[in-house]
């Protein structure tokens, strides 16, 4: 799934805020990694982003990379993933609804899902506990349909 050109105005509104509060200028480099990584799919590494950006221009370090994710996730347009293989993982924020993940731990694939049921009994759970719940994730891991066999 990819960012439609509304959404991606949306984000670089938001973005441009962040970055002007913040006395941040944006460069040519950095926009090249936003703009690839907002058309890329998955849950992506630094490097993963980095190899991409590189065919476009290999002057850009993988620092500099590293720099633009932790901007886009501070900033609230990327999640920020850790799948227990010590590697961060970004996805997009936007244009995304909220979903969780399963993890396989042998060959490292993801699976999305969304369960409206699960969604629902953890606000019953916070309730019940007179908790206000500000985000969640779930993660699940285990072995694909493929490691079972
Ligand atoms: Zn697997
Ligand atoms: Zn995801």
């Given at each position: 799934?990819?960012?439609?050109?509304?959404?991606?105005?949306e984000l670089?509104?938001?973005?441009?805020?962040?970055?002007?509060?913040?006395?941040?200028?944006?460069?040519?480099?950095?926009?090249?990694?936003?703009?690839?990584?907002?058309?890329?799919?998955?849950?992506?590494?630094?490097e993963d982003?980095?190899?991409?950006?590189?065919?476009?221009?290999?002057?850009?370090?993988?620092?500099?990379?590293?720099?633009?994710?932790?901007?886009?996730?501070?900033?609230?347009?990327?999640?920020?993933?850790?799948?227990?293989?010590?590697?961060?993982?970004?996805?997009?924020?936007?244009?995304?609804?909220?979903?969780?993940?399963l993890i396989?731990?042998?060959?490292?694939?993801?699976?999305?899902?969304?369960?409206?049921?699960?969604?629902?009994?953890?606000?019953?759970?916070?309730?019940?506990?007179?908790?206000?719940?500000?985000?969640?994730?779930?993660?699940?891991?285990?072995?694909?349909?493929?490691?079972?066999?």
């Open positions: 799934m990819s960012v439609s050109s509304a959404q991606r105005e670089e509104r938001l973005l441009e805020r962040y970055m002007t509060e913040r006395g941040l200028k944006s460069t040519r480099q950095r926009s090249l990694i936003i703009d690839l990584f907002f058309d890329m799919h998955g849950h992506l590494s630094v982003v980095w190899s991409r950006v590189r065919q476009d221009d290999p002057r850009v370090s993988v620092a500099t990379v590293y720099r633009t994710m932790k901007l886009l996730s501070e900033a609230g347009l990327a999640h920020a993933r850790n799948f227990g293989d010590g590697q961060t993982r970004f996805e997009p924020a936007v244009g995304r609804e909220h979903h969780d993940h396989c731990t042998r060959c490292g694939t993801i699976i999305e899902f969304e369960n409206d049921q699960i969604e629902r009994m953890q606000d019953a759970v916070a309730r019940r506990h007179g908790f206000k719940v500000t985000s969640h994730k779930m993660e699940l891991y285990g072995l694909c349909k493929n490691c079972q066999k």
